[in-house]
């Protein structure tokens, strides 16, 4: 493995900028699994703990950290777009380097990071779903991670939507690994995909109401759906070709 697969972000001449205000609380969780009526039995009832989503960092970010950004800033302005209009902040958090993109941007800006000769992230390993119901407005995060091959670099990507409004361009024509986890987290957390060639539930039956790894999905209770299905014939299942 090379000295800079890990980044001079690791040593201790390009130390990691701190956050400017400590992060942005959005939620205070008090108990534990989500019990307050009384019902948590764990003797953590009285845990009281902060959500806390990181802030903008500052420059210097350290290490390569400020040549990527440098460099998809530069690559974005040749393209006509503004820097500040599509990467809504920058985030150094966990010697990690994060560019929260907005999502109207968000192809474009993949396409740069992968098709840019000083960026060259080819590969992207996936993406996440996150529910944050206390962020108004963005409680849906898609996080992806995108490697560079070419570099030896590992950056992330993260794109918020509102549950009002679940909609994120899908990147399977710029990385089309991304198919399947796009379904997954289509399937889990309800974010909508927009232009994926067959969005449709990889886990769960198709008529399943409502996302399970949404936090406002119900932990118990769930009727059991599957009594009384049937199973299609095999010429009459549903096809992807």
């Known amino acids: 493995m090379s000295d800079h697969t890990h980044?001079?972000?690791?040593?201790?001449n390009a130390v990691p900028a701190p956050r400017d205000t400590g992060g942005e609380v959005i939620?205070?969780?008090?108990?534990?699994?989500?019990?307050?009526?009384?019902?948590?039995?764990?003797?953590y009832g009285g845990l009281i703990r902060t959500v806390t989503l990181p802030g903008a960092a500052s420059r210097?970010?350290?290490?390569?950290?400020?040549?990527v950004a440098d460099e998809l800033e530069g690559a974005l302005e040749e393209q006509d777009l503004l820097p500040e209009n599509?990467?809504?902040?920058?985030?150094v958090d966990r010697d990690e380097l994060t560019f929260h993109i907005a999502r109207e941007h968000l192809l474009q800006v993949a396409r740069t990071l992968r098709?840019?000769?000083?960026?060259?992230?080819e590969l992207c390993t996936g993406v996440s779903g996150v529910h944050f119901p206390g962020d108004k407005g963005r409680e849906?995060?898609?996080v992806y991670h995108l490697r560079s091959l070419t570099h030896?670099?590992?950056?992330?990507?993260?794109?918020?939507?509102?549950?009002?409004?679940?909609?994120?361009?899908?990147?399977?024509?710029?990385?089309?690994?991304?198919?399947?986890?796009?379904?997954?987290a289509y399937d889990f957390f309800g974010l909508v995909f927009d232009g994926h060639p067959a969005l449709t539930r990889i886990?769960?039956?198709?008529d399943w109401q409502g996302f399970p790894q949404r936090k406002d999905y119900p932990l118990g209770g769930i009727a059991v759906e599957y009594k009384g299905a049937q199973i299609p014939a095999p010429d009459q299942r549903r096809s992807y070709s």
């Open 60 to 67: 210097p970010y350290g290490g390569w950290f400020d040549e």
């Open 140 to 142: 849906l995060h898609a």
């Open 152 to 184: 030896g670099r590992i950056i992330r990507l993260e794109v918020s939507a509102p549950d009002s409004d679940p909609h994120i361009p899908s990147l399977v024509e710029v990385y089309p690994t991304n198919d399947w986890h796009e379904r997954e």
């Open 115 to 121: 098709d840019d000769p000083a960026l060259r992230f």
């Open 86 to 91: 599509a990467i809504e902040k920058t985030v």
């Open 27 to 43: 939620r205070v969780r008090k108990g534990m699994f989500g019990a307050n009526n009384g019902g948590d039995t764990s003797g």
């Open 7 to 12: 980044g001079e972000g690791q040593n201790g």
């Open 203 to 206: 886990m769960m039956p198709d």
